[in-house]
T-cell receptor, first 110, second 116 residues
């Protein structure tokens, strides 16, 4: 069964705008990761945030983690057309098993 | 980051035949490899977890006799879809995790399987 639920399911924005997507999960985690997937391609790892971290930055990406609410958010700032993709959160439990959310489809129009 | 190579990228096969997909970690030793499948516009579903030298652990609902997984070395795992049927058509992705990067999995580029 899916561990994470993401919202929104789809997001359409214009270049230059920020894109925010959220992920909620149900059980205790060791860490949470965000991935990007271009249509028909494999996953690309974006960022990993550990359960004892609250916020992490990588380039134009900002990830937050709230373990009390069992939720995480991914913010893409100053979006570009090349950011068009599906974004997935994935949680890792103490056994190392990854569970993926349903994903958010992001479309960035020029 | 670490590189995982998956082969082939796409394959078309006839119903009833078997297809083997390879997943290789190119620059690290993968103590654990994971196999996922993804239907169009859906998320990845974990099929099985394999540790080098031991039998794979399958997720509930995944037929182990149909999806044969072999993790014979620290750099190679294979998934064989036996007696493939059109409903097995899907995108299959592997990921690998090494002892030095626990909790961070590196993904192959995926294999698009079409069974006709």
């Amino acid at each position: 069964s899916q561990q994470g639920e993401e919202d929104p399911q789809a997001l359409s924005i214009q270049e230059g705008e920020n894109a925010t997507m959220n992920c909620s999960y149900k059980t205790s985690i060791n860490n949470l990761q965000w991935y990007r997937q271009n249509s028909g391609r494999g996953l690309v790892h974006l960022i990993l945030i550990r359960s004892n971290e609250r916020e992490k930055h990588s380039g134009r990406l900002r990830v937050t983690l709230d373990t009390s609410k069992k939720s995480s958010s991914l913010l893409i700032t100053a979006s570009r057309a090349a950011d068009t993709a599906s974004y997935f959160c994935a949680t890792t439990d103490s056994w190392g098993k990854l569970q993926f959310g349903a994903g958010t489809q992001v479309v960035v129009t020029p | 980051g670490a590189v995982v190579s998956q082969h082939p990228s796409w394959v078309i096969c006839k119903s009833g035949t078997s297809v083997k997909i390879e997943c290789r970690s190119l620059d690290f030793q993968a103590t654990t490899m994971f196999w996922y499948r993804q239907f169009p516009k859906q998320s990845l579903m974990l099929m099985a977890t394999s540790n080098e030298g031991s039998k794979a652990t399958y997720e509930q609902g995944v037929e182990k006799d149909k999806f044969l997984i072999n993790h014979a070395s620290l750099t190679l795992s294979t998934l064989t879809v036996t007696s493939a049927h059109p409903e097995d058509s899907s995108f299959y992705i592997c990921s690998a995790e090494g002892a030095g990067n626990r909790g961070e999995a590196f993904f192959g580029q995926g294999t698009r399987l079409t069974v006709v």
